[in-house]
């Protein structure tokens, strides 16, 4: 039986990720309806495929916000993450404008009340060291044969939940709780299937 008590959940997202997307939009059901208190962290995966993929504008644009996100956490608190997050997130997967839209992080920014100062830091390697460190205090805790999203649930941190769409109310609730749930499992690592629809955004 599920203890009925304040839990705590670590969430690593890179903004690109659709997947990432949905589940943190449960995520955010799931504290509506459950006891729980969710920390924001940046991951990436420009860092996370930096020896596969080509260095090509794409990665670094990919690269360019999450250090803007790292640079906000740095100047404004570990609390605009969730912001800043959710205002690039709408841009880029619900309106569809993760391409080579450059208008993406100004407006994301100016959405909550960030300085657009903050721009400088997507071409500024400074941040890079402080990205890593977020990068890998995830990717250090589940390995490094996955991707993101990654979440910790009380100290112990999975892939995933990969759904769509986000579960909303009870139904959030009840997924939270099946987490919880394995979480508490000594040795329980894994279970997957093939997914068989691409991402449903509101």
């Known amino acids: 039986m599920i203890e009925n008590m304040t839990a705590s959940a670590d969430f690593w997202f890179d903004p690109a990720c ?9 995520m955010l059901e799931v504290e509506q309806v459950r006891d729980v208190k969710t920390t924001w962290h940046v991951m990436s995966l420009a860092v996370l495929n930096e020896e596969r993929d080509e260095h090509d504008a794409n990665w670094l644009r990919k690269l360019g916000r999450v250090r803007v996100l790292i640079a906000a956490e740095q100047a404004h608190g570990n609390e605009v993450l969730l912001p800043l997050y959710t205002a690039l997130g709408r ?8 391409g080579a839209d450059e208008s993406v992080l100004p407006e994301a920014l100016a959405e909550v009340g ?11 390697d400074r941040y890079d060291e402080a990205l890593r460190k977020s990068h890998f205090a995830g990717m250090d805790l589940v390995g490094m044969e ?7 649930v009380e100290g112990t941190a999975f892939f995933g939940p990969v759904v769509t769409p986000a579960p909303k109310g ?3 609730g ?3 709780d099946g987490v919880r749930l394995v979480a508490g499992t ?3 690592f894994e279970i997957k299937r093939s997914r068989d629809r691409d991402p449903v955004f509101d």
């Open 146 to 152: 996955v991707g993101t999203p990654v979440i910790s």
């Open 114 to 124: 960030l300085p657009a100062a903050l721009l400088e830091a997507a071409t500024d």
């Open 91 to 98: 841009r880029i997967h619900n309106e569809g404008r993760g």
């Open 186 to 188: 000594d040795g329980f």
């Open 174 to 176: 009840k997924l939270w």
């Open 170 to 172: 009870e139904a959030a």
């Open 18 to 26: 659709p997947w990432a997307w949905m589940t943190s939009r449960w």
